[in-house]
């Protein structure tokens, strides 16, 4: 899958071929009409069409705060159903200087509308937008654009990306999301060697790292799990302070009804970064995300691909090679890390970020940690490298998490 919202261009694992047509003017289904409103606030009840989890110490933009981050599932999506005119329109015609990237689904492109009524605008008077145009030979682009919608249009977390809208005519199946200003934490991660982007910080990796593990976090715990399934460095963005946002929601699962510790599905993925008990029988665990958010960790130590065919042999796959060097100090540490942020991290911190990636890349799903956990643990590995630092940042507890439980 292609990202949504910035210019990365991602290999896609689905082969091309004619999807079905989709009918003209019907929302997906269960889709309710968007209408411009603030953001909802609880009922007496503490529901008002929406169920809320509190999910951490991110106020709604995703940078600190003084209360725990509500992350809110609403009953049915609530999104704008743009006509293909409009989108035309907001894109300047589709026109080839709009495009922000290009994927599995297809070309993003860059657009603007209405802050307020999110009716088409010019540049200058309006809010920038990403549209996502489906390749009309994907031959899994309708259920994705579907799953997109019904699964990214009822969530809400400031570690999401916002989808804002879609369009369903005249065989073009459209998604509009907020736009997100920095790209793919894949741009930044490995496309900066050589080029114009400069190498992500220690501090900047733990801040992602720590966002997207919130965003998972929110998704496993809601009422009805949702197993985002597609974890991986293209499909975390950031905005302009590097908040991290979770996108693409094309490969989403509801989790296991209850009492079953599974769902068994058709094995679909990115080679690299799908948990091997998935790759091996199709049985899709909860903590199968677990495993994919062990190796963007990993990614972000290394600074190297999950997989990359260009490295000496016994480097193609970065787990395997990590694995030695995951629990090891000193040089083992030193030979882990990526060079370009020598000297900036603290070494106690970086080994429990190491070991922390260890624990989510166990091969058994019931031993890896909880993203609850996760969380909880790299809050506090981003505590000891600000103390480290000379500062001190004082992070809100998180309700019911346990600390440093999956790190010693």
């Known amino acids: 899958m292609g990202n949504c919202c910035c210019g990365s261009a991602d290999a896609g694992t689905k082969p091309p071929g004619r999807r079905p047509t989709p009918t ?10 968007w209408a411009p409103a603030p953001k909802p606030k609880p009922s007496d009840d503490g529901s008002s069409g929406a169920k809320q989890r509190e999910m951490g110490g991110d106020d709604d933009d995703g940078a600190p705060g003084p209360g725990p981050v ?12 743009f006509t293909l005119a409009e989108l035309r329109a907001a894109t300047r015609g589709f026109k080839p200087e709009m495009v922000l990237g290009e994927g599995g689904f ?7 509308v209405d802050e307020r009524t999110l009716n088409p605008a010019k540049s200058n008077a309006g809010v920038i937008v990403a549209v996502k145009k489906l390749n009309p030979e994907s031959v899994q682009g309708l259920q994705e654009w579907q799953s997109e919608v019904n699964f990214l249009g009822r969530l809400w977390h400031p570690n999401l990306v916002r989808l804002l809208g879609y369009c369903g005519e005249d065989r073009e199946l459209l998604l509009v999301y907020e736009f997100m200003s920095k790209g793919s934490l894949e741009n930044h991660l490995f496309r900066s060697r050589g080029g114009n982007l400069e190498a992500l910080s220690w501090s900047r990796r733990l801040k992602i790292a720590t966002g997207a593990a919130r965003g998972l976090a929110f998704l496993h715990s809601s009422e009805k799990q949702v197993i985002y399934r597609d974890f991986k460095a293209s499909n975390i963005l950031l905005d302009s302070d590097f908040t991290a946002k979770l996108s693409d929601f094309g490969l989403a699962k509801n989790g296991p009804s209850a009492g079953k510790s599974h769902v068994t599905t058709r094995i679909i993925g990115t080679y690299g970064y799908a948990a091997p008990e998935y790759v091996a029988t199709g ?20 600074g190297m691909r999950a997989h990359d065919p260009n490295r000496p042999s016994h480097q193609h796959n970065l787990v395997e090679w990590a694995r030695p060097y995951l629990s090891g100090a000193g040089s083992k540490l030193k030979t882990l890390m990526d060079q370009r942020i020598d000297g900036q991290y603290h070494t106690k911190a970086a080994l429990r970020a190491a070991r ?22 790299l809050e506090d590995i981003e505590a000891l490298q600000q103390q480290a630092a000379g500062g001190h940042r004082d992070l809100p507890p998180r309700p019911g998490a346990r600390r440093s439980a999956a790190v010693p």
């Open 24 to 33: 003209k003017g019907t929302p997906p289904k269960g889709t309710t009409a």
């Open 70 to 81: 509500v992350g809110r599932v609403l009953q049915a999506p609530r999104l704008r159903e």
């Open 106 to 112: 297809g070309r993003v492109y860059k657009g603007w």
């Open 283 to 302: 049985h899709l665990y909860v903590k199968s995300d677990v495993y994919g958010f062990g190796v963007v960790l990993l990614e972000l130590l290394t």
């Open 356 to 377: 922390l990636a260890g624990k989510c890349l166990t091969g058994d799903p019931k031993s890896r940690p909880s993203m609850d956990d996760v969380v909880a643990a």
